[in-house]
């Protein structure tokens, strides 16, 4: 298909896709002439990705780049190609002089890897974003325990197990695999909070609401 094609299927503008191309972020088409090019289902597959990464992770084009060159590594496994997905998607965390607390925290974090048996890369940034809540927790007044954190963590590891896990295709071509894994992680964990205050909503009203005689 020529470029015209590719805009027209993809939903993606031709000076945006122009743009792609020149950063390396989409391959090139078969040239056919000096003046045209062609493109196939490849190039759809990592313009929907690029989609992804950019409208749903809202990932910048530099961490853009660090996922699309993953995806194209075929010597990288889909575990190292997912989690390098997955990192991009981690807010940060900003610098922070060692303290009590956070060692606290970051013993805590430890403990509750440590309790589930799971197998969490040492600089995995979502083992420093659980930290920091923990530390502006007790900020706020509130002091976090062990047993506090448990109820999440087995929720979060039953859903993971029994739902998340099957709706990515591990066997589809890499660029399905990790727009899948985006788009789970990004959007079903909107979904996750939202159906959580839903259940608040109804259970302040269970408990709190005036009863109708």
């Known amino acids: ?56 992770g809202r990932l910048p084009v530099a961490s853009i780049r660090k996922v699309i060159d993953a995806v ?3 010597n990288l496994g889909v575990h190292q190609m997912l989690g390098t997905a997955h990192y991009a998607l981690s807010p940060g965390v900003e610098p922070h002089e060692e303290s009590p607390d956070w060692q606290e925290a970051r013993e805590m974090v430890d403990q509750l890897i440590a309790d589930y048996d799971w197998k969490i890369e040492p600089k995995a940034p979502a083992r420093e974003e659980l930290a920091q809540t923990i530390v502006t927790l ?11 954190l448990t109820p999440y963590a087995t929720a979060a590891q039953t859903l993971v197990q029994t ?9 589809a071509p890499r660029e399905t695999t990790v727009e899948a894994h985006i788009i789970g992680t990004v959007m079903y964990g909107r979904v996750l909070d939202t159906i959580r205050r839903l259940a608040q909503e109804s259970e302040s009203a269970r408990i709190l609401a005036p009863q109708t005689p």
Not at 14 to 38: H, M, N, V
Not at 163 to 171: G, L, R, T, V, W
């Open 163 to 171: 739902h998340e896990i099957h709706k990515i295709p591990f066997d």
């Open 72 to 74: 194209d590594d075929e």
């Open 1 to 56: 298909m020529r470029i015209s094609q590719l805009s027209a299927e993809s939903g993606v503008p031709i000076p945006t896709i122009k743009y792609y191309l020149r950063e390396g972020l989409l391959p090139q088409g078969e040239q056919t002439s000096a003046t045209r090019a062609e493109y196939g289902q490849a190039h759809l597959r990592r313009l929907r990705l690029i989609r992804a990464l950019l409208e749903v």
């Open 138 to 148: 007790r900020t706020l007044g509130t002091d976090p325990t062990l047993a506090d």
